[in-house]
């Protein structure tokens, strides 16, 4: 009988931490995407990259404009341009009124010894296209700068 209460008590608490999770979840998002709205809404309803710093060196695009900010890539060359109305990733193009959501996950500073903690401290800026698959750019492959990424987060209205 008892053990019968607990075990109900477990799944109820169980279920309304998931409830929490879950709450907590979309409000986060909504809540970026609502930064994102009133972003477009200050350049006229077009998605722009806002950067207060100096641009980048490079030719601009015939769709895009001027390049803003350049990542290379650590082997090899090229890397992932932004341009100031839309991306260059490797070969894929993307106009930044499709993205739906752009998430910064930081890359932890010092000495990685093993494997897991290379993989555990790496950091990726994850941009989440209206249509696709998501595209990270990663420091495994690119020169990666928090300051950088956090301010293309930003200027993204996100």
């Known amino acids: 009988m008892i053990s019968g209460i607990i075990f109900i008590l477990i799944l109820v608490g169980g279920a309304a931490l998931i409830i929490w999770y ?13 930064k994102a709205e009133e972003h477009r809404g200050k ?7 806002e950067w207060s710093g100096s641009l980048a060196g490079g030719a601009p695009d015939e769709e895009f404009g001027k390049l803003v900010v350049t990542v290379p890539k650590k082997r090899g060359g090229g890397g992932a341009c932004f341009y100031e109305k839309g991306l260059v990733l490797d070969k894929k193009r993307l106009l930044y009124s499709e993205i739906k959501d752009v998430v910064l996950a930081a890359a932890e500073p010092g000495t990685k010894f093993t494997l897991k903690q290379t993989a555990r401290d790496m950091g990726v800026l994850w941009i989440y296209p209206q249509k696709g698959t998501a595209m990270g750019i990663r420091e495994m492959n690119y020169q990666f700068d928090n300051e950088i990424m956090e301010k293309i987060k930003r200027g993204l209205g996100f």
Do not use: I, P, T
Request: with cysteine; charged share 35%.
């Open 22 to 34: 879950l709450k907590s979840f979309y409000a986060e998002r909504a809540d970026r995407a609502k």
């Open 43 to 49: 350049h006229g309803g077009e998605c722009v990259l």
